[in-house]
């Protein structure tokens, strides 16, 4: 029997695999077998491709301690019965985050502001940028500032001086902080499904690197951003989340770019919360988020 009270830790399982009868049963029984109390499950159930996700959050208690990497053991079997994509997190490790960025600060200063007051609970590990404008603000907060600047001729060089602060750092998600620089095919496959990038505009919509002239242009009455994970196809990667902004004809490009910073703003500082609380899952090209 679990006492609620001598609750020992909390725990995160994401899991996707076919739907079949019998998930929800098998996870509950893995879970009461080891005295765990489940204090929320999410599950989604995509007929279209046939996948099933489920994220589920359980403590253990002090009748039954139990490690990450116990759980983790213990579960495999189960896992295996259902070919199940899966992990165990422990909710109160706070993972590391590596942050790019060019010269737009906004973004920038948004998630280091949130990690301070404890909101986003994430380790920034360093800042990488292609411009020197942000390392005194990086540096002011105790931060590895690495400056690599990109043209044709280094842009693999660099790339390799980017994956090796990555794994120097054991960084687990790297975030695209108005980065404004295309990062290549090997580069998105290295960092598949660990890499998020805020578009400053509503996907699908105006793509590339100046969104707010050809909002003007088109003369739209909402702008918004969208934070999506990093894939080859630039801007096409698979949505996170969306913020949107009214706008009227009054408002000129400089009036458009004010605007979205705070859709900007919000969009990453969210999709990036979503991402280090376990609560987004690939489903092809697209995600399911448990929010
Ligand atoms: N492989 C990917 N790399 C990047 C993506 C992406 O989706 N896939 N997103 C961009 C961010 N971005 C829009 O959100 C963006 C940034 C830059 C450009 C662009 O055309 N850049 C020019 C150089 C511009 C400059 O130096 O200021 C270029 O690289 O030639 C388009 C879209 C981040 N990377």
Not at 4 to 16: A, N, P, T, Y
Not at 51 to 58: A, G, K, L, M, P
Not at 116 to 141: C, M, P, Q, W, Y
Not at 161 to 184: C, F, G, P
């Amino acid at each position: 029997m679990n006492d609620k009270q001598s609750v020992q830790e909390s725990f995160i399982l994401m899991v996707s695999c076919k739907g079949l009868c019998g998930i929800v049963a098998a996870i509950g029984n893995f879970l009461a077998d080891r005295g765990c109390y489940i204090t929320s499950m999410s599950q989604f159930d995509d007929v279209e491709s046939d996948r099933y996700f489920s994220r589920v959050t359980f403590t253990t208690s002090a009748h039954h301690p139990a490690s990450l990497d116990e759980l983790k053991d213990a579960f495999k079997a189960t896992a295996a019965s259902f070919e199940m994509d899966w992990d165990i997190y422990d909710a109160a490790e706070r993972p590391k985050v590596l942050l790019m960025v060019s010269k737009f600060d906004h973004c920038l200063q948004d998630l280091f502001y949130r990690q301070k007051t404890g909101e986003l609970k994430i380790d920034i590990t360093a800042v990488v940028s292609n411009h020197e404008d942000l390392r005194e603000f990086v540096e002011s907060n105790d931060v590895p500032f690495h400056y690599l600047p990109v043209n044709p001729e280094n842009k693999a060089a660099q790339e390799n001086k980017l994956l090796e602060i990555v794994d120097s750092t054991k960084s687990e998600l790297v975030v695209l902080a108005r980065y404004m620089q295309i990062l290549s095919n090997d580069l998105c496959r290295k960092l598949s499904g660990r890499a998020i990038n805020i578009h400053h505009s509503f996907l699908p919509g105006f793509k590339g690197a100046k969104p707010y002239h050809q909002a003007f242009d088109r003369g739209v009455k909402l702008i918004g951003a969208t934070a999506h994970y990093v894939t080859a196809d630039l801007d096409e990667g698979p949505i996170i989340e969306q913020v949107v902004e009214r706008v009227d004809h009054a408002f000129m490009p400089d009036d458009l770019v004010a605007a979205g910073r705070d859709s900007e703003r919000l969009a990453l500082a969210k999709a990036v919360r979503f991402h280090i609380e376990r609560r987004v899952f690939m489903n092809g090209h697209r995600t399911v988020v448990f929010k």
